[in-house]
């Protein structure tokens, strides 16, 4: 297939994405679209935009309906993302230490739209940074969760390439990364335990979960509006009251309807519960 997606076929593709995931592709994105469906096509002998859109929607394709929704996301990640946020993260987690709360149930961390999972380790290593070794003894748990799941095994193997490490300290490269090959360095093995990566849609509300501090950054810019609302909706229903929600910097939360506190450019926090005033 040499030709781009035409209007209509656009528009069916552009459907179902929004339908499945939340993601909106403007019409400006139809040649990138078009480049990345002609992969799926290549690899299935699809000949036409159409009869591919037909087959991945068949109950035997569920296979194939997931490397297409692999193809259409875009993973763009790397380790200290936004140096600002993590200076702000850091903060908060200092001032969980002694708080019956933490002494309790641990800090549980969630990155919501992990892709590779540079996002997930760096929560653990700038915890290790505040909390010393060990995390001082504080029970941690990070959940890592993505739509796509080749991203998901990328993350469980936790191997990166140097774009990966651009943006991290040398100090920090030397005690967390074993280079492989000039290609590849490895994650520290001793973080892993402390993370959990599985597939997870947006649209749905993780189940029995409870965080006190969300990563969901640089994922909303892919949704409409209606698709944000429903999303920070099913954040606040995971989130503890007083817990944290980061979104990335250039996401703006201006004329989105939410019930959360806003503290800080990108951070803001669920409501805690409203005491009811004493009675003399
Ligand atoms: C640009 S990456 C952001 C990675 C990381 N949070 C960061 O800021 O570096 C966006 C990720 O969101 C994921 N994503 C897109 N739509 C999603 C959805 N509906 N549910 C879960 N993940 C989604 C994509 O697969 C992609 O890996």
Known sequence: MERDLDPEEFRLYHDLIHRLTGIHYPADKRSLLSNRLRRRLRATGQMQYLAYLAHIQMPSQHVELQDFLDSITTNETYFFRCPRHWELFKEWAKAQVGLPETKRH???????????????????????????????????????????????????????????????????????????????????????????FKQHNLMNVLPNRTFDFVFLRNVMIYFDRPSKERVLSNMRSVLRPGGMLLVGESESLLNITHQLTYLHPSLFQEPLPVKAPVRA
Do not use: M, N
């Open 106 to 196: 641990g800090l549980r961390i969630w990155s919501a739209a992990s892709s590779t999972g540079a996002e997930a380790y760096t929560i653990l290593i700038c915890l290790e940074q505040v909390l010393g070794e060990a995390f001082g003894g504080i029970r941690v748990e990070v959940l890592g969760t993505d739509l796509s799941q080749s991203v998901l095994t990328e993350a469980r193997q936790g191997i990166y390439r140097p774009y990966a490490l651009s943006q991290t300290p040398l100090e920090i490269q030397r005690r967390y990364f074993k280079q492989i090959d000039t290609e590849h360095f490895q994650i520290a093995p001793r973080l892993q335990p402390f993370i959990t």
